[in-house]
């Protein structure tokens, strides 16, 4: 069952505080990946990777760079889980 852009954004939010540390709160839909939350290309393999597998989608690693924002990773996910 898929789940809600909510339900994603909340498990996302989890993800990256698991590893980056940053509070869930500051996980919001407009943060830029790289320069609001200052997640770096390693890390954000490792959050991809983890997101993959909570919402048991595939992200290709060419779909990886356009996910920009936090939006655009909510949108990819809930869409990849048709």
């Known amino acids: ?10 498990g996302l939010a989890e993800i990256v505080n698991e590893e980056t540390g940053l509070p ?16 770096d ?4 393999m490792t959050i ?7 919402f048991s ?3 290709p690693d060419d779909d990886v760079k356009n996910l920009s924002t936090v939006r655009d990773a909510v949108v990819y ?6």
């Open 1 to 10: 069952m898929a789940n809600s852009e909510q339900e994603i954004l909340s």
């Open 24 to 39: 869930t709160d500051s996980v919001e839909l407009d943060k830029s990946f790289t320069d609001d939350l200052d997640i």
């Open 41 to 44: 290309s390693l890390s954000m």
């Open 48 to 54: 991809v990777v983890n997101a993959e597998e909570k």
């Open 57 to 59: 989608v595939r992200i």
């Open 77 to 82: 996910i809930a869409q990849a889980q048709g």
